[in-house]
């Protein structure tokens, strides 16, 4: 049997601004009882060193990341991929374009994020795009726990800059 090379979907991705707020929060409803609102992205977004990127088919918004860049790492607060989009390689290509953006330079060497222990298919996504579980964070959600997912850019490059 011949393996089939997989084909993404083409998208673009550009920043986040209000005019994007209502398919954001759309998609952001689909399927979480624990959805941000609308003053939750405003409140991350107008905070010290956050971004928001959103991934774009044609001029139709189905996918969005919000993370915060400090000295050394980029932390993901949010990843989503509207429901009708997901298993199309657009979570990929969003994370594939977040490394080319933020580890042009040799300052930032890992990316981390937190994801319920209830977000199986979550964990199964951040497996697939080489991160580590790194730690059980107890309680994080509250009632929940939380898996702390690290990518390394290099793993050398990575135990160098915390001095090891």
């Not at 759309?26 to 956050?50: A, G, M, P, Q, Y």
């Not at 980029?74 to 979570?91: D, E, M, T």
């Not at 222990?117 to 929940?144: H, I, P, T, W």
């Not at 898996?147 to 850019?153: C, Q, T």
Request: aromatic content about 12%; overall charge positive; hydrophobic content about 40%.
């Amino acid at each position: 049997m011949v393996a089939r090379e997989k084909t993404f979907l083409k998208i673009h991705t550009e920043c986040m601004f209000k005019r994007h707020m209502p398919e954001i929060l759309s998609i952001e409803r689909e399927d979480s009882e624990h959805f941000w609102k609308e003053k939750d992205f405003v409140r991350f977004l107008r905070s010290n060193s956050c971004l928001g990127r959103i991934v774009m088919i044609g001029d139709k918004v189905v996918g969005y990341a919000i993370y915060r860049r400090y000295a050394k790492r980029l932390h993901l607060f949010n990843l989503v991929v509207a429901s009708a989009c997901r298993r199309k390689g657009i979570g990929t290509q969003l994370i594939s374009s977040l490394l080319a953006a933020n580890f042009c330079d040799d300052e930032c060497v890992t990316i981390t994020l937190n994801i319920k222990s209830s977000n199986l298919g979550g964990q199964l996504f951040c497996k697939a795009m080489e991160f580590e579980a790194a730690n059980v964070l107890r309680g994080f959600y509250g009632d929940e726990d939380a898996y702390r997912f690290v990518y390394f850019r290099d793993p050398v490059v990575y135990l160098q800059s915390v001095g090891v």
